[in-house]
């Protein structure tokens, strides 16, 4: 059985309507999930410039993400806290689901 994940979600509301989901994540699952999608990619044999132009996104996003960190500013520790969306997008994009993914990551 997976570890206890401790994370914040939020919702945030644009205009008064939902718009996506944030989760914080701890040191220790923010890394374990960079590693997981980094090696899905490069078991898919995908680049970080390819993955991230399947999943619609940045490739700083998608090097911010598998680096775990949420800046590549010196002195900036914090863990990588992608959207759930932007989850979602990179396991379509690997061609597994969002709980593969997590459960790839132990999570």
Do not use: C
């Amino acid at each position: 059985m997976g570890r206890t994940l401790k994370v914040r979600v939020y919702l945030l509301r644009l205009g008064g309507r939902a718009h996506d989901v944030v989760v914080l994540w701890d040191d220790e699952a923010a890394k374990r999930l960079g590693e997981s999608i980094a090696h899905l990619r490069r078991e898919r044999g995908l680049s970080q410039a390819e993955l991230s132009r399947r999943a619609g996104l940045g490739v700083n996003h998608v090097q911010l993400i598998e680096a775990a960190r949420a800046s590549w500013r010196s002195g900036e520790g914090h863990p990588s806290n992608p959207k759930l969306s932007t989850l979602a997008r990179l396991a379509t994009s690997l061609d597994v689901t969002l709980a593969e993914l997590f459960r790839s990551s132990d999570l």
